[in-house]
């Protein structure tokens, strides 16, 4: 299989699933067996999976150590992953290996135990992160959240995603908005350049 035709065949690729597996460390994935759904997952002539997605949601996974390997043994095209769920862990911060998957647009983060706000600047070196779910992190609690991504993102388009909107925060004049959006199609896609804080 070429690469066009793998990039075609990936993107409808069911995710690689190892949501509610107990896993403590991530070198567990190359033993685990995963999950399977209403469709198999395809793999190439090396046995790796064809897909753009995987799911590592409801574990117990505090830290990513040897992350890009096992992705590399796990995965035909690492470099093409698009899609990464880590919701419902134990992790205490965002590890920097997450940054060096370029094509990763979708990012689950939601449930873990990350504290610090500054955390989030991290993921700005992603041009394609395009959904981001962060609720449910002590950094919730932490003034300044829910102005956190005016600039980071500048530019870019970025839904984020199951935050519950006031009113007021609802109006532009507002112009400090959550860090994450309704699924309202009304509300998605409205460029972060226009959800700034005040001007220090």
């Not at 793998?6 to 070198?27: A, G, N, R, W």
């Not at 005016?150 to 839904?159: A, G």
Request: hydrophobic share 35%.
């Amino acid at each position: 299989m070429n690469r066009r035709d793998y990039m075609k065949t990936s993107v409808q690729e069911p995710p690689l699933d190892y949501s509610f597996k107990s896993i403590h460390v991530i070198q567990d994935l190359v033993s685990e067996e995963p999950r399977t759904g209403l469709r198999p997952l395809r793999h190439s002539k090396s046995g790796k999976s064809l897909t753009q997605s995987l799911w590592l949601n409801n574990n117990v996974l505090n830290e990513l150590r040897d992350f890009s390997q096992v992705v590399s043994q796990l995965l035909e095209h690492p470099e093409n992953l698009a899609w990464i769920d880590l919701s419902f862990n134990d992790l205490t911060s965002i590890d920097p290996v997450l940054t060096t998957f370029f094509n990763l647009s979708v990012l689950y983060l939601h449930g873990n135990s990350i504290q610090r706000l500054g955390e989030v600047d991290k993921l700005a070196v992603l041009p394609r992160l395009r959904s981001l779910t962060l609720h449910g992190n002590p950094m919730e609690e932490e003034k300044g959240y829910r102005i956190l991504l005016k600039t980071p993102y500048d530019k870019k388009i970025l839904r984020l995603k199951t935050c519950l909107l006031t009113p007021a925060q609802v109006l532009p004049s507002q112009l400090v908005w959550p860090p994450c959006l309704l699924t309202a199609p009304q509300l998605l896609g409205i460029p972060l350049s226009l959800r700034q804080g005040p001007q220090q």
